[in-house]
């Protein structure tokens, strides 16, 4: 089993759609999640951080962490053809700790449709 | 500009054929690495290194092998490229170790193909 599972897609929307991207971990040592967005010919950039359980908003994306359930969820609302992208999860233990290497998930294809 | 830059940026190669992918970073990080991104593998560390002249193999070190005698550089060396090698190969960098909460830096990756 992955240590980080990440539904491939592709994900097809029309424009102005709220999406939904998960990932689900098994480590329960990871307290630091990130999500990562990889346009097409580009290196992954971070988009949103958050650390341990809870949510995190940022304009049009919400990030969320459900620690009990080990599932991570990135929320867009009003999404635009210009969100089209691979999402990429991300999330490591303590810093200094033994699980502190970034583990990443395998990417969401996003397609927003105008 | 902060940067992570990659050259080349696609390559073609023949089994067997020494080649070098050059990362260079200006943002005075400590910490650098590679990845390789396959389909349904997803983003995968083949090296990485804490400081200059300190490197450590990552999830998938065989059949490459890296340098760090200056902080801003990081090559990637295939001694001895095999077809199983044909992959998209990112650099990044990081202020520190690169976990926790710290931001990985991803240049614009190099594209190879091991014929």
């Known amino acids: 089993q992955k240590e980080v599972e990440q539904d491939p897609g592709p994900l097809s929307v029309p424009e102005g759609a709220i999406v939904s991207l998960n990932c689900t971990y098994s480590n329960s040592a990871f307290q630091y999640f990130m999500w990562y967005r990889q346009y097409s010919r580009k290196g992954p950039e971070l988009l949103m951080y958050t650390y341990s359980s809870g949510n995190k908003e940022d304009g049009r994306f919400t990030a969320q962490v459900d620690k009990s359930s080990k599932y991570i969820s990135l929320f867009i609302r009003d999404s635009q053809p210009s969100d089209s992208a691979t999402y990429l999860c991300?999330?490591?233990?303590?810093?200094?700790?033994?699980?502190?290497?970034?583990?990443f998930g395998t990417g969401t294809l996003l397609a927003v449709q105008p | 500009e902060a940067q992570v830059t990659q050259n080349p940026r696609y390559l073609i190669t023949v089994t067997g054929k020494k080649l070098t992918v050059t990362c260079s970073q200006n943002?005075?990080?400590?910490?650098m690495s590679w990845y390789r991104q396959d389909p349904g593998l997803g983003l995968r560390q083949i090296y990485y290194s804490m400081n200059v002249e300190v490197t450590d193999k990552g999830d998938v070190p065989e059949g490459y092998k890296v340098s760090r005698k200056e902080k801003r550089n990081f090559p990637l060396i295939l001694e001895s490229p095999s077809p199983n090698q044909t992959s998209l190969y990112f650099c990044a960098s990081s202020l520190s170790r690169g976990g926790g909460r710290e931001t990985q830096y991803f240049g614009p990756g190099t594209r190879l193909l091991v014929l």
């Open positions: 943002m005075n990080h400590e910490y």
């Open positions: 991300a999330m490591s233990g303590p810093y200094g700790g033994a699980t502190n290497k970034l583990i």
